[in-house]
C-alpha cells in the first residue's frame, strides 16, 4: 500500500512540474517572440526611420527593447515554473509527513496488540525502546540508526503472539518444550515483520535482539561482529527493563539487579561499549522507567 502511495505521488509531482510542458512553455515562448522580433523589427525600423543616419540608433534601441522585452518575458515565466516547483516540494513534504504518520501509527498499532494479549507485556516494549534509544544517543549514534532502534524496541517482541497465552504467563518453571516455545518468539517476530517492508535495519534488530555477543544467544547463536551495534543496544535494554520489572513467575528484582547482570556480562555476553553507555545512563539520570514511558499507560511489565 505504501509503495502504490508513493508511486501515485510521483506520478501527481511529475504530472505537477511536467504534465504542462512549464519547460518546453518557456523555451517555446522565447523562441517565438524572439524569432518575430528578427523578422519584423527590421522592416519596422526602416519603415519608421525616414532618415537613414537615425538608423543605427533605432537597431540600438531595438536591441535595448528586445532584451528588456524578453528578460520580462522570461521573469515571469520562470517565476511561474519555480512556483510549481516549490507547490511540488509542499506536496512531497505533506505525502512524507503523511506516509510517516501512518508507518508510526500502524507501529504503534502492532505493539499495543501485542500487549493487549499478554498483560505482563504491556509498557514493556516502550520501556525497551525508551531505555535503548536513551543508550544510543548517549554512544552518538547517528539519528537513523536512533529511529531504527526506536521502532524496534517498540515491537521487538509482536513474534509472541505466536506463542501460547498458558505459556507466557506460567508462573512456575518453563519445562524445556516450552522455554523453546518461547525462544522462537524471535523467528516469529522475523516472520511477521519481514513481509512488512519496513525501511531501514529495523526488521534485523528485532531479529537479532536475543542474540549474545558469545554466540549464545537466539535464533541464529550470532557471535559479536555479525550483529549488528543497533541489536547490541536493544539486548542491553531488554535485559535491564526485564530484571527491573515483575514477571509471572517472580517480582520485580530491581535496577540494581539489572546493573549487575549488565556488569557481570560485560564483553562477554553484551557489547562493552553499549554496557558502559547503559551504566552512564543509570548513573547520570536513574533507570526510571517511569520517565521513559512518557504518556503511555503502564500496566504490569512483561
Known sequence: MGKVAARSGRRSVLGELGSSGSVTRIVATYAVVATIWILISDVVARVWTLNPNLLTGVS??????????????????????????????????????????????????LGRVTEMRDPYTAGHQQRVSALAVAIARRMGMQETQVADIEIAGTIHDVGKMAVPFEILNKSGRLTPSELGMIHEHAQASYDILSHAHIPGDVVELVYQHHERCDGSGYPRGLKAQEILMGAKVLMVADVAEAISSERPYRPALGVEAARAEIEQGVGTLYDETVCHAFIEELEECGLTFERMSGDIEVGIPR
Not at 527593447?65 to 517565476?79: E, K
Not at 513534504?93 to 498499532?109: C, G, M, N, P
Request: aromatic share 10%; charged share 25%; net charge neutral.
Open 60 to 109: 540600438v534601441a531595438k536591441g535595448v527593447v528586445f532584451v528588456a522585452v524578453t528578460s520580462g518575458l522570461l521573469f515571469v515565466l520562470v517565476r511561474d515554473y519555480f512556483a510549481r516547483i516549490q507547490r511540488v516540494v509542499d506536496q512531497l513534504e505533506d505525502s512524507e509527513h503523511q506516509l510517516r504518520h501512518a508507518f508510526e501509527s500502524t507501529v504503534k498499532v
